[in-house]
């Protein structure tokens, strides 16, 4: 009998890092070139986000942060789309193939993929002499035709927004030093804000809050000010937005109120990956109620508005906040 072809260096860190991770048996433990979803009626709603370090991430983040950050961002699109997870792949760029930084982002995202039930399908390892990348592709599952788009929001409806605007923004800042490290001198406070930026808070329970209720709906992670002159670009409309009802942390207010930051800082700072919505004035408070049942906060925080421009920012004597800038940009 011939001898078995040894395990490629890629095959053998699959086997050891991922394959415990491929539970579902359509990933076929890994060992082929493609995966299967297998059909249900629904549609399969499929999102994709890379996070690479220096831009998402910093050097010396801790590997378990990296990988629950790159299931999570997806997973905070696909509940935007009113979607349930299916499950995902992944591409990974190594520079090496370090047992100390693989150890503990594998069982992190293992521990991610058992708790928001979306197994590890396949994927792809590749080297790389520049920055480490994660790329994850995630699939889900919405009733058909029931994906919740950008489009859709209509002059008269509300405007909504998950949990707290802005802490991600003061996490990497407090990571980066400057005035917001010195000025957030509460250790607890400080922790809290750099856990919002290195580990996101998908809001997987609001999925089916969002199908049924939202006339259009997108995920926060470049900024608010921006994403929402996405949701209003595509929908064909603008809103205007009452700035003292945008919601912040404690942290956030007290550096707020301190003169450390500005609200529009925070409003375009990336990473919050709360949810964005446009629903009817007659759904808002059913909205609400669902939404607090689910353990997830929901803020009213403006109104959808006829128009084009690029939507409002009023401050609390009602004057516009002009922005430098809107959100985040990669280019």
């Not at 592709?137 to 998950?162: D, I, L, N, S, Y």
């Not at 750099?194 to 998908?202: K, L, M, N, S």
């Not at 404690?250 to 609200?263: E, K, Y």
């Amino acid at each position: 009998m011939a001898n078995a072809k040894p395990a490629s260096g890629e095959d053998a860190l699959i086997a050891r890092y991922f394959r415990p991770l491929a539970t579902d048996p359509g990933a076929f433990r890994l060992d082929d070139d493609a995966a299967a979803l297998k059909p249900n009626g629904d549609d399969v709603v499929v999102t994709t986000d890379a996070i690479v370090e220096g831009v998402h991430f910093l050097p010396d983040d801790p590997p378990d942060t990296v990988a629950r950050k790159a299931l999570r961002a997806n997973l905070s699109d696909l509940a935007a789309k009113g979607a349930t997870s299916a499950g995902f792949v992944l591409t990974l760029a190594l520079r090496s193939t370090d047992d100390a930084w693989l150890k503990p982002f594998a069982a992190a995202l293992g521990e991610d993929a058992t708790q928001f039930n979306c197994p590890l399908l396949g994927g792809d390892t590749v080297s790389t002499p520049g920055p480490l990348m994660v790329s994850v592709t995630a699939f889900g599952r919405v009733p058909p035709g029931k994906m919740v788009h950008r489009g859709g929001a209509k002059p008269g409806e509300r405007v909504m927004v998950t949990g707290t605007i802005g802490d991600a923004a003061l996490g990497l800042a407090i990571l980066r030093g400057g005035k917001v490290h010195a000025a957030a001198s509460d250790k607890a406070a400080r922790d809290a804000l750099i856990g919002r930026y290195r580990v996101p808070q998908p809001r997987v329970a609001m999925a089916e809050i969002v199908r049924d209720r939202a006339s259009a709906a997108m995920d926060v992670s470049d900024g608010l000010a921006g994403d929402l002159a996405k949701l209003c670009r595509v929908s064909g409309v603008s809103a205007v937005i009452d700035l003292e009802k945008v919601p912040l942390s404690g942290a956030a207010r007290d550096l707020v109120s301190r003169g450390v930051v500005g609200l529009e800082t925070l409003i375009s700072g990336g990473d919050d990956y709360e949810i964005l919505c446009a629903l009817p004035e007659d759904r808002a408070e059913a909205f609400a109620q669902a939404a607090r049942q689910a353990g997830v906060a929901v803020s009213s925080i403006g109104t959808v508005v006829a128009g084009s421009a690029v939507p409002k920012f009023i401050d609390g004597q009602g004057r516009e906040i002009a922005l430098e800038r809107l959100s985040y940009g990669h280019f």
